[in-house]
């Protein structure tokens, strides 16, 4: 429920976030502000309540009932007109303002219970008057502590009066808070205001900022609804489309926004291009796989039919039976390193043993010689010292080496001198023959890749560098190819077998 109250957009809760920042800050501010006008006017207040107080105790009590002193003394303390004598409008002098609460105790006269005074009220005409206390407002000032501190009272409908009694409890004076209530409402009030009007203006403010700088993600996100409408199911995908330039500057937010996601956007275009040409590879891979099958089979039933026509010449049913048994024997080839590359492809386990190199090229370049005596076979290996020793599969090894010595007989002349060196961790194969065409290097170790219509007839169908590539791959290795005219080099490199505790 949370959820859906809140903004979805990035754009509305930055705006309410700037909104929420105003909204405190103002209310931070007014609040700090109110309570120091506050403070500061309650301090003024009880600064006049204490004067007040202070003028109030000159005033000879007997003198507020109106009653002559004993002994009149011309100009007494409290007299202000000094004639000896107090009247009602001496309770108040110059100095007390309208409002001005002055009382006396009866108890400290003796003359009864409670409190009798008056508070200086303003009339129309603009003459200020005592207006005596009534019995409510003076039983509420009994209330009041008898410390010399203002205190907050409620004298009913005149209003909060802040009033000060002194420590004998005999006289008291107060002035009303409203003007210090009706300020501090009115700079509340001034402040509610202001915050509203700083929240819409921050409002608007932050929405037009944040509008303008999340612009360029905006074109950002243009960029990849327009990379998501591109159908990428299959076929050749041509996805160039890129963030623009200046929106890929990492040094900005946007920038390392954008910038990702054309990285993102290469790497989806190099795997596309990479999806596609495995898709046209797996298609001519099944097309020369069924050519290869085909020209066996159909040599498979033309001597079976031949021999089927003339079943009682023993030397055509001989001969249609050998070349039946050779086809046979080629299909049986090509499907076992068919299903050799798919076991290496499903990332099957090979024999993980040690594996003498020095030995396995030995046996080779013997086989190689008996096979093709036309050629110069010659063997390099390091000193007897020297550890060529590696880790893998002795039978697939064993195929890699026969492949590419196979691959080196069958296409260099009678004459050519072959080369295997037995390195610390691999081998290499070297030929002085002709070496491969400009236009096969690149694709020497793909499946059923041949060069010339001389290279086909050599009987070859471009799976042996194939399945060089695949079994070295799967022991964790590398194979390399360079070529040119006189000087071919294919060289594997196998990670070495691991030293045996001694103990």
């Given at each position: 429920?949370?959820d859906?109250?809140?903004p ?8 309410l ?6 909204l405190l800050a ?10 120091a ?12 309540v204490k004067?007040?107080?202070q ?5 000879p009590p ?7 002193p ?12 000094g004639?000896?004598?107090?009247g009602?409008r001496?309770l108040?002098?110059?100095g ?7 009382a006396?105790?009866r108890?400290?006269?003796a003359?009864?219970?409670?409190w009798?005074?008056g508070i200086?009220e ?11 206390l009534t019995?409510e ?5 009994s209330s ?8 907050r009272v ?24 409203a ?10 009030r001034?402040?509610?205001l202001?915050?509203?009007?700083v929240i ?6 932050a ?7 999340l ?6 996100a243009?960029?990849?609804h327009?990379?998501?409408?591109i ?6 995908i ?7 330039s ?22 989806v ?13 797996v ?6 796989a069924?050519?290869?099958?085909r ?14 026509r003339?079943?009682d ?11 039946v048994e ?12 068919l299903?050799l ?8 386990p090979?024999e993980?043993?040690p594996?003498?190199?020095v030995?396995?090229?030995l046996?080779?370049?013997?086989d190689?010689?008996v ?28 195929q ?7 691959n080196?007989r069958?296409?260099?002349p009678?004459?050519s ?25 690149e694709?020497a170790?793909?499946r059923f ?6 290279r ?21 290795g590398t194979?390399?190819?360079r070529?040119?005219p006189g ?8 990670p070495?077998?691991?030293?045996s505790?001694?103990p």
């Open positions: 429920m949370r859906r109250l809140l979805r957009t990035l754009t509305s809760r930055l705006v976030t700037a909104a929420a920042i105003a103002t209310a931070l501010v007014g609040t700090i502000s109110t309570l006008a506050r403070n500061y006017l309650d301090d003024q207040l009880s600064r006049d004067s007040s107080l003028r109030a105790e000159r005033i007997l003198a507020v009932l109106q009653q002559p004993a002994q009149p003394q011309t100009g007494a303390p409290g007299d202000p007109d004639d000896g004598r107090y009602s001496d108040y002098g110059p007390d303002a309208v409002g001005t609460l002055t006396f105790s108890d400290a006269l003359s009864g219970t409670g009798f005074g200086v303003q009339a129309d005409n603009g003459r200020t008057s005592r207006v005596d019995d407002e003076s039983e509420l000032l009041v502590p008898a410390d010399g501190r203002p205190h409620d004298l009913g409908d005149r209003g909060t009066y802040l009033v000060a009694v002194d420590a004998q409890g005999a006289v008291a004076a107060g002035l009303p808070t003007k210090v209530d009706d300020v501090v409402t009115n700079l509340v001034s402040t509610l202001l915050g509203l009007g819409l203006l921050a409002s608007l403010a929405s037009a900022l944040v509008r303008r700088q612009r360029p993600l905006r074109e950002v243009e960029t990849a327009t990379v998501s409408e159908p990428l199911a299959d076929g050749e041509d996805l160039d489309e890129r963030v623009p200046h929106l890929t500057d990492e040094r900005t937010e946007v920038g390392q926004v954008g910038a990702a996601l054309n990285t993102l956007l290469d790497h275009a190099d795997s596309l291009e990479a999806r596609h040409r495995s898709e046209q590879q298609r001519q891979f099944v097309a020369d069924s050519h290869e099958l020209t066996p089979l159909a040599t498979i039933a033309g001597y079976t039919e031949l021999a089927r003339r079943p010449d023993a030397a055509m049913s001989a001969t249609a039976l050998g070349k050779e086809e046979a024997a080629r299909m049986t080839a090509l499907v076992e390193d299903l590359l798919a076991r290496l492809d499903s990332g099957r090979l993980r043993e594996v003498d190199l030995r396995l090229c046996e080779a370049v013997t190689a010689r096979v093709a005596p036309e050629h110069r076979w010659q063997l390099e290996t390091p000193g007897e010292d020297a550890a060529c020793e590696v880790l893998g599969d002795e039978l697939r090894l064993h890699v080496l026969t492949n590419l010595l196979t080196a069958k296409y260099t009678a004459g001198t072959i080369t295997v060196t037995v390195l610390p961790q691999g081998f290499r194969v070297h030929d002085d023959g002709p070496g491969f065409p400009p236009d096969l290097l694709h170790f793909e890749a041949r060069g010339d219509a001389a086909t007839r050599a009987g070859g169908v471009g799976l042996g560098l194939a399945l060089v590539e695949a079994i070295v791959t799967s022991h964790g194979v390399s190819l070529s040119q000087d071919t080099v294919i060289e594997v490199e196998l070495a077998a691991i030293p505790a001694i």
